[in-house]
């Protein structure tokens, strides 16, 4: 199974800053990863798929980028809203497929 | 719209079965792929399996020995059964859909699962 480590656990950045999670892979997921967002209380939603696809209606502050078994997620101009918990998850080889362990963004 | 509702008990005894229920509606079952995760309270997400637009299924290995998953396309409603419940059991249960064979496109609501006796 392809591990997936997300760094760093929780973050605390204040409104108007750029924010950097990160994921690693145990091994090439060759672009095969999307990231979500988790509201707390709510379901994920999808905001980036094939590692740097906005998806439908996503604000265009939020990137994706990366290649082979390093991605990355940035938010720029952090906006109130976006404090959430980010994960990534891999669809490269499945089953099964496999997720980030997460990452808590927090308002400073 | 696509929408998808997670329905079944609260509170399940330990060494007992769960049965949840998906039901969906605004796309076909036998069009996209239907998938459980889980989400144990204050923790990350866990792919448990689905069931895909032929009828066929996929599990997470730690989870096989214990899960089934099923559909009634005349209902729109996927099926969860997994049995020998514990307390790490406990967790919120999602349906999701997949629209591709890549990303989990569409959620529901989830539903909370308690393992206690």
């Known amino acids: 199974d392809i591990q997936m480590t997300q760094s760093p656990a929780s973050l605390s950045a204040s409104l108007g800053e750029t924010v950097t999670i990160e994921c690693r892979a145990s091994?090439?997921?060759?672009?095969?990863l999307a990231w979500y967002q988790q509201k707390p209380g709510k379901s994920p939603q999808l905001l980036i798929y094939n590692a740097n696809s906005l998806h439908t209606g996503v604000p265009s502050r939020f990137s994706g980028s990366g290649s082979g078994t390093q991605y990355s997620l940035k938010i720029n101009s952090l906006q109130s809203e976006d404090v959430a918990s980010y994960f990534c998850?891999?669809?490269?080889?499945?089953?099964?497929?496999?997720f980030g362990a997460g990452t808590k963004l927090e308002l400073k | 719209q696509v929408q998808l509702k997670e329905s079944g008990p609260g509170l399940v005894q330990p060494s007992q079965t769960l049965s949840l229920t998906c039901t969906v509606s605004g796309f076909s079952l036998t069009s996209n792929s239907v998938h459980w995760v889980r989400q144990p309270p204050g923790k990350g997400l866990e792919w448990m399996g689905g069931?895909?637009?032929?009828?066929?299924?996929d599990y997470n290995s730690a989870l096989k020995s214990r899960l089934s998953i099923s559909r009634d396309t005349s209902k729109s409603q996927v099926f969860l059964k997994m049995n020998s419940l514990q307390t790490d059991d406990t967790a919120i249960y999602f349906c999701?859909?997949?629209?591709?064979?890549?990303?989990?496109?569409?959620w529901g609501q989830g539903v909370m699962v308690t393992v206690s006796s």
């Open positions: 998850q891999q669809y490269y080889d499945y089953p099964p497929y496999t």
């Open positions: 091994e090439d997921i060759y672009n095969g």
């Open positions: 999701t859909m997949m629209v591709l064979i890549t990303t989990f496109d569409y």
């Open positions: 069931i895909w637009g032929d009828g066929s299924t």
